[in-house]
């Protein structure tokens, strides 16, 4: 769910449900709606409890995700007891934002974004600017500008600024506004917070996408950008604004996503996945929990239904009671009963099913895994079946 306040002050509230059908993924606005009232927890939960009882999905939720503002996060766990999962993006946006608000670096992206405003708001210097890429053999760019909320507009608008570095110096110097300048320093320190940034856009544009699972690439993403930050630590810039902004993701990239392993949906959709298994995992104790966890959930699953000793019509016995066993066979019928044909704990059934699973050579990391499973639930469900008819 997502909550907004347009242009005009009013405010809004959107719930998407994304799920899974024949072994797609796909996504449905459920509902988009003014919000008259303030949001608190409990106004909040009885909107979202409304939107499921409408559509008949009360006891199908997985997980709610949403931002990491307090009254919604009370509202699905402490009122609605729905699973909760703060949203991999929103955290990101925050890491970011934070990160390029320390002070130099915030005096460097208001130096350049007072130029985008000017080259763009003018005619002439927008003209100018053209007819100096035209000259030097570039395309033709125009400036970009960047948006309060949203952090990846700011890695734009510095990006576009580093790849028409060479006219727009020219034509500042032209018309000669009257505005402060980037030094060469101050240019070599937007190239390296651009090139800090990409891989955090990368993962943004990776995680949006509608088309494809993404929760089973959270863990790997935020240990993907733990790394890359990690590197720059011991390989750390010249320049100490650079060197403060990457000390400050470092540190909030840890408190955001350091226990990113332990949020059990996305640790089991990872587990599950054929691309990563638990190789996606940096501490085993949390991939062998998680493991676990999948081994009871398959095995209750598997745990069948014991069956009435009388029809529900007629009352008629339909196992009649077997032979009583002599106790001193007992011991040995409990240790041996899995052992004979046809007969399994349902434990050691699962377990076996995901030792195996986790055995499989990992799929290529572009393959879909829900084809992988498609694919993997026709097999097994042709096995079955040729065996219960005595076909295989």
Request: proline share 5%; glycine share 4%.
């Amino acid at each position: 769910m997502n909550c907004w306040t347009s242009n005009t002050t009013t405010s809004y509230m959107s719930v998407t449900c994304h799920y899974i059908t024949d072994f797609k993924l796909r996504s449905n606005l459920l509902d988009c709606f003014v919000v008259a009232e303030s949001h608190t927890s409990q106004n909040l939960a009885q909107e979202l409890s409304r939107v499921a009882k409408e559509w008949g999905i009360q006891d199908k939720i997985a997980a709610c995700v949403t931002d990491n503002a307090s009254n919604i996060v009370k509202a699905v766990n402490d009122i609605l007891k729905w699973n909760h999962v703060r949203c991999f993006a929103h955290l990101l946006n925050l890491t970011v934002r934070s990160s390029v608000h320390q002070t130099e670096i915030q005096a460097l992206i208001l130096k350049v974004k007072s130029i985008a405003e000017y080259v763009r708001r003018s005619t002439v210097a927008s003209a100018k600017l053209r007819e100096m890429q035209l000259q030097m053999g570039q395309v033709q760019l125009r400036m970009k500008q960047d948006v309060a909320t949203r952090w990846n507009s700011t890695y734009f608008m510095m990006q576009r600024a580093i790849e028409i570095k060479e006219p727009l110096v020219s034509t500042m110097a032209l018309l000669n506004p009257l505005l402060p300048a980037l030094t060469p320093e101050e240019w070599d320190i937007t190239k390296e917070v651009c090139d800090i940034l990409k891989p955090f856009e990368e993962v943004t544009v990776e995680m949006s996408s509608e088309r494809f699972v993404t929760g089973s690439k959270a863990i790997l993403m935020a240990r993907g950008l733990q790394r890359i930050v990690a590197h720059r630590q011991r390989n750390p810039s010249t320049h100490e604004p650079v060197k403060g902004m990457v000390n400050f993701l470092a540190a909030d990239l840890e408190k955001r996503f350091g226990q990113i392993e332990r949020v059990r949906v996305l640790a089991e959709a990872t587990l599950l996945d054929p691309r990563f298994k638990k190789h996606a995992f940096v501490i085993e104790r949390n991939a062998e929990e998680t493991v676990s966890r999948v081994v009871g959930a398959a095995t209750h699953a598997a745990t069948p239904t014991l069956p009435s000793t009388e029809e529900e019509e007629g009352g008629t016995t339909v196992n009649p009671p077997s032979e009583p066993v002599p106790q001193f066979w007992a011991d040995f019928e409990e240790r041996v009963t899995t052992l004979r044909p046809g007969v399994q704990n349902p434990s050691t059934g699962a377990m076996l099913e995901i030792k195996g699973f986790l055995a499989e050579p990992l799929i290529p990391r572009k393959a879909d895994p829900l084809e992988w499973w498609r694919v993997r639930a026709l097999y097994v469900f042709n096995i079955r079946l040729h065996c219960q008819f005595g076909q295989g």
